[in-house]
Nanobody, 121 residues
Framework: VQLTESGGGEVQAGGSLTLSCAAS????????VAWYRQVPGRLRKLVGS???????EYVDFAKGRFTISRDSAKNTVYLKMDNLKPEDTAVYSC????????????????WGQGTQVTVSS
């Protein structure tokens, strides 16, 4: 299954963006879909994840500002980002598979190429 992210771009601090992660197949085949972000030269960081039931979890920097949702009919998972800060600038990518693949080992499963988000001050 291929994952394709879209919706990135440049936004001013305090603004909002909604990213999409479209799957070539059914997202219901995955135990979990996660969003990650990466700045050049740094390790990829988890942003949050969502399971089949629709329950989502977030890391500390995303709590209260970011919202992950899913639409099974469209085979798409979304990442809505509000009150963006310059430090949110990164390439955002999605990953789908089992919890071990996507969250524990971060290896295996399906991974997208990412979309650039730039937040200017």
């Amino acid at each position: 299954v291929q994952l394709t992210e879209s919706g990135g771009g440049e936004v001013q601090a305090g603004g909002s963006l909604t990213l999409s992660c479209a799957a070539s197949g059914s997202i219901d085949n995955f135990d979990v879909v996660a969003w990650y972000r990466q700045v050049p030269g740094r390790l990829r960081k988890l942003v949050g994840s969502i399971i089949k039931s629709g329950s989502a979890e977030y890391v500390d920097f995303a709590k209260g500002r970011f919202t992950i949702s899913r639409d099974s009919a469209k085979n798409t998972v979304y990442l809505k980002m509000d009150n963006l800060k310059p430090e949110d600038t990164a390439v955002y990518s999605c990953a789908a598979g089992t919890i071990q693949e996507v969250l524990t080992r971060r290896k295996g499963g399906s991974w997208g190429q990412g979309t650039q988000v730039t937040v200017s001050s």
